[in-house]
């Protein structure tokens, strides 16, 4: 666009010199032409063609160093390019690494949490196996008479029997007040009853195992004379807070003394 600019200037000037001459040239001939009674009009100077020639000389010279300053920002133009790609090329690199922390952070969050998942899983099982020991300690014996000796019944009706002379009662799941063991885990249980009496013809001698009220075995026995025992016994899969106890059959008689003959007894085989 510059360039184009110097050299319209150029011709305008060469135009305007040639048309100059042209016209003095034109009003001398007409000033000759009048004769001598005329007024002389002194000849006017013509351009000389060297002060045109140094006249494009000039502005030849001014195009040139227009054309080197062009040039030179031109060049300019170009090295800034070149920085600033190399700019963006270091910010593309810095968000790709940027980028790539970001992830791996990401990355190592996530493992922390699942190491803090497994951990907490890992506490809460070794916490499981310690209390499942502590509970899974549970085991009881005891008979039918704190003190004394003698024959209880017979009823006209099944009785729940409080066996109150505690012989063991590790894990306290026994209540001898109540004479109900109560599961305190979920798991298998061993229990045991043995019932003893004299015998007679009109009573006999028998007590049920009972399940949260559900009869689940009987120990029994008739003999008119002598004595006489019965047992059973039966492994059961309690859950947490099920209730075993032991119910006297009805007409029956069962005797204890110092000797525990009447007993029930039961213990935790392993936790489920």
């Given at each position: ?16 010199s040639l048309s ?51 040039e030179q920002l ?120 043995h019932i003893g ?76």
């Amino acid at each position: 666009m510059e360039r184009v600019s110097v050299l319209h200037v150029l011709l305008l000037l060469l135009l305007c010199s040639l048309s100059g001459a042209e016209l003095q040239d034109n009003e001398i001939s007409e000033q000759r032409q009048v004769g001598p009674e005329s007024v002389n009009v002194p000849e006017q100077p013509q351009p000389c063609p060297s002060d045109l020639h140094a006249v494009l000389r000039d502005m030849s010279a001014a195009l040139a160093e227009h054309r080197v300053r062009i040039e030179q920002l031109h060049a300019l133009n170009q090295e800034q390019e070149a920085k600033l790609g190399e700019q963006e090329a270091k910010l593309g690199a810095l968000e790709m690494k940027t980028n790539d922390v970001d992830s791996r952070q990401q990355g190592q969050t996530t493992e922390l949490n699942n190491i803090k998942t497994r951990t907490n899983v890992t506490e809460n099982h070794v916490a499981s196996l310690r209390r499942d020991r502590q509970v899974g300690q549970v085991a009881f014996s005891a008979s039918l008479l704190a003190s004394g000796s003698g024959n209880t019944g017979p009823f006209n009706t099944q009785v729940p029997l409080t066996f109150r002379f505690v012989i063991t009662n590790i894990g306290n799941a026994y209540n001898p007040d109540s004479g109900f063991f109560t599961a305190p885990v979920r798991g298998a249980y061993h229990f045991e009853l043995h019932i003893g009496a004299h015998g007679s013809s009109s009573h006999a001698s028998g007590a049920y195992l009972v399940k949260n009220g559900g009869n689940i075995c009987i120990a029994y026995e008739h003999q008119t004379n002598g004595w006489g025992k019965s047992s059973n016994g039966a492994t059961l899969l309690l859950e947490a807070g099920d209730i075993v106890f032991v119910r006297q059959h009805q007409n029956s008689i069962i005797f204890d003394n110092v000797n525990h003959h009447s007993t029930f007894s039961g213990r935790l085989l392993f936790t489920m």
